[in-house]
């Protein structure tokens, strides 16, 4: 799986979360995490999420730290499980970063001190599984209570490099662990 964090900074305004999105613009290739910080602002047209919709949710914030997995050859519950695994990965690594800090994880969600740490969703294209996750930098420009990076003292971009190495490492645990078994008669 290949990697790269961009330092410039851009808006996740949802249109990332499209096939190749990652190959067309810094030319990764196949599966693929990207990670960048930027502002957040999803319209309507551009929410993929059912129950978001059905509420008229605002996912906006003033400044996130994003990442886009891309995977293909995969189905929509894997796409899920890759969202979950991404989320308990963040959990881990925040606290262990600064170990006074206990976040919650719920689905893939998390909190601390009830505020809202991320968002993230998992989407299925003709040729690809995408998934958009996003920590909170700032308690900015959000509208819900949300908690921040900066409250737990976490550098976004040491965060995401860790992150992503640390994501990679599972991703290829799992799909080696894929390879070595005999299938049943």
Not at 17 to 34: C, E, K, R, T
Request: charged letters at 25%; hydrophobic letters at 45%; aromatic letters at 10%.
């Amino acid at each position: 799986m290949k990697n790269l964090f961009i330092s410039r900074k851009m808006k996740y305004t949802g249109d990332q979360l499209s096939p190749l999105f990652a190959y067309m613009n810094f030319d990764l290739a196949g599966d693929s995490i990207i990670s960048w910080t930027g502002a957040c602002d999803v319209s309507f047209e551009h929410m993929v999420d059912g129950e978001d919709l059905k509420v008229s949710s605002l996912i906006k914030a003033d400044k996130m730290l994003h990442f886009i997995v891309e995977v293909f050859d995969r189905e929509l519950f894997s796409a899920v499980l890759l969202q979950r695994i991404f989320a308990s990965i963040a959990k881990d690594i925040i606290e262990t970063l600064n170990p006074s800090v206990k976040l919650v994880r719920d689905g893939d969600d998390l909190f601390y001190k009830n505020g809202k740490l991320s968002i993230s969703i998992a989407s299925r294209s003709v040729m690809s599984c995408q998934v958009h996750f996003a920590l909170n930098i700032s308690n900015s420009g959000t509208p819900v209570k949300t908690s921040c990076l900066e409250d737990l003292k976490i550098k976004p971009e040491q965060f995401s490099k860790l992150m992503m190495k640390k994501f990679i490492e599972e991703y290829e645990s799992v799909r080696f662990a894929t390879q070595k078994v005999r299938p049943l008669a």
